[in-house]
C-alpha cells in the first residue's frame, strides 16, 4: 500500500498579503416554489442565468439543490458591505424571480423535509454524503459567515482562540432557526443541534500557533481524514487561502441590517482583539467548558438566556454581556466608519432576535407556510418581520 504523505504546501497562506480588517461576508439562500413556498431542486438553474454575468464569481452552490450561496466581494468597509449586500439580495430575488422562485434567508426552513432534498450534483458533495451519511443528508441548514483579513498566521490563531468567548453572543443575536421539520423545536437556534452531527464542527480547540494548526491539518489530510482544511468547520477557523478569520456561527439572517449589523460587530470585535493582542493584554480565560455551556444557552434561549460570565464566572444575562462587548468595540467600530451599522445590534437587543420574529408571526398565523412568507418578505432589502414586542 502507498503511504500517504502530507502536502507540501500544508503552511501556505496569505495573511498579510492585503489590507488588515478588510471583510467579506457569505449568505446561503433558500430556493423556494412561488406557490407552495416548499423548497425547490433548483440551484442548477441560477448557476445557469449567472453564468458569464456580473455576478457569476460571488454566486456558488452548497450540499442540496434547494439552497444557494451568495458572497460580497472584499470590502475595505462595513459600509461597503452594506451596499454590497443589498446589491447582491436585489439580484437574486430577481434571478430567482425570473424563473417562478422566491427567496428566503433564516437558519432552517420553517416546514421543509430534508428527506426530499436532492444532493447537488458535484463529486465534492456526493463525496461528502459517502462519508458522513445520515448526518450530511439531514444537514438542511442555512449559514451566514464573515471574513475578516488578519497580518500574519500566528495572529489569526490567537484571534481565533480569542473569539471563542463570544461565540454564545453572536449565536444569540443571529438565532433565526426556531422552526424545523413544521414544528417549534422549542431552540432559538435549531441550526446548531443539526450541524453539531459534523465531524470538527463546533467551537474550535485551542491552538499555540499556526504551525501546530499546520501541522494538525497535516496529519488529517496525510491519514486520508479530509481533502483539505475547508473540511473542517469550526464556529470560527483560519482560511489560509483567503488570508482571513472566518466567523461561522451565525445563523442565516432575515433582515439585511441584521446581517450588516453582525458583520459590523464581529469586524470591530477582531479590531479590538488584535489591538489588546498587540498591546500584550491577557485575553480572556475562559474555559472551553463554559464557552460549550454559553454557546448551548444562547442556541436554546437566546437572547433571554444566563451564561456564565466568562470575565468573572458569575452568572450574566447575555444581552448584558453583548452590551459590555458593545462598549469595548464601540471605539474601533467608529475608526472603522462602521458605528451606524453596529448601531443595528442595539436594535435587535431591544426588538428580539429573528427567532422572536419567527414566533411572533406564528402567534398571529398558526401556520409554517404563512411564516415562510413573512421570511420570504422580509429577506427583500428594506423589508421587516413583525418584531416580538
Known amino acids: ?156 490563531i490567537r484571534m481565533m482562540n480569542a473569539l471563542q468567548p463570544h461565540l454564545c453572543e453572536l449565536v444569540a443575536l443571529s438565532a433565526s432557526s426556531p422552526f424545523w421539520r413544521g414544528e417549534d423545536t422549542g431552540f432559538a437556534a435549531c441550526r446548531h443541534l443539526i450541524f453539531s452531527a459534523f465531524p470538527r464542527s463546533g467551537p474550535s480547540p485551542h491552538f499555540g500557533s499556526y504551525a501546530e494548526f499546520a501541522s494538525v491539518v497535516g496529519k488529517l489530510v496525510a491519514s486520508g481524514c479530509i481533502e483539505d482544511y475547508t473540511r473542517i468547520w469550526w464556529d470560527v477557523r483560519p482560511h489560509p487561502r483567503f488570508g482571513t478569520i472566518e466567523v461561522r456561527v451565525m445563523d442565516a439572517l432575515t433582515r439585511v441590517e441584521d446581517a450588516i449589523a453582525l458583520a459590523a460587530y464581529v469586524q470591530a470585535l477582531v479590531a479590538q482583539l488584535v489591538e489588546a493582542d498587540r498591546a500584550g493584554e491577557r485575553m480572556v480565560d475562559s474555559h472551553p467548558v463554559v464557552n460549550h455551556e454559553n454557546r448551548w444557552r444562547a442556541a436554546r434561549y437566546g437572547l433571554r438566556t444566563i451564561v456564565i460570565d466568562p470575565h468573572h464566572g458569575g452568572p450574566i444575562p447575555i444581552a448584558e454581556l453583548i452590551e459590555r462587548t458593545l462598549e469595548h468595540i464601540a471605539p474601533h467600530a467608529r475608526a472603522l466608519g462602521a458605528a451606524e451599522s453596529l448601531d443595528g445590534i442595539g436594535r435587535i437587543l431591544t426588538d428580539g432576535n429573528g427567532a422572536d420574529a419567527q414566533r411572533a408571526v406564528f402567534r398571529q398565523t398558526g401556520d409554517t407556510v404563512e411564516l415562510t412568507r413573512a421570511i420570504v418578505a422580509t429577506t427583500a432589502p428594506g423589508s421587516g418581520l413583525p418584531t416580538a414586542t
Open 1 to 156: 500500500m502507498a503511504r500517504l504523505v502530507a502536502p507540501v504546501d500544508v503552511l501556505e497562506h496569505r495573511f498579510g498579503a492585503g489590507a488588515p480588517l478588510t471583510v467579506g461576508v457569505e449568505e446561503e439562500y433558500m430556493l423556494l416554489d412561488g406557490e407552495t413556498l416548499d423548497l425547490v431542486q433548483r440551484v442548477e438553474s441560477i448557476l445557469r442565468a449567472e453564468r458569464d454575468g456580473d455576478f457569476a464569481e460571488l454566486v456558488a452552490p452548497e450540499l442540496f439543490e434547494s439552497l444557494v450561496e451568495f458572497h460580497t466581494p472584499v470590502c475595505k468597509t462595513v459600509a461597503e458591505v452594506g451596499q454590497q449586500l443589498r446589491r447582491v439580495r436585489a439580484h437574486a430575488l430577481a434571478t430567482a424571480a425570473a424563473q417562478g422562485l422566491l427567496l428566503g434567508c433564516a437558519g432552517t426552513h420553517p416546514f421543509s423535509l430534508f428527506e426530499r432534498q436532492a444532493i447537488t450534483d458535484r463529486e465534492r458533495y456526493h463525496a461528502l454524503v459517502d462519508v458522513l451519511q445520515y448526518a450530511a443528508r439531514r444537514e438542511l441548514i442555512f449559514g451566514f459567515h464573515v471574513h475578516v483579513a488578519v497580518e500574519d498566521a500566528d495572529l489569526a
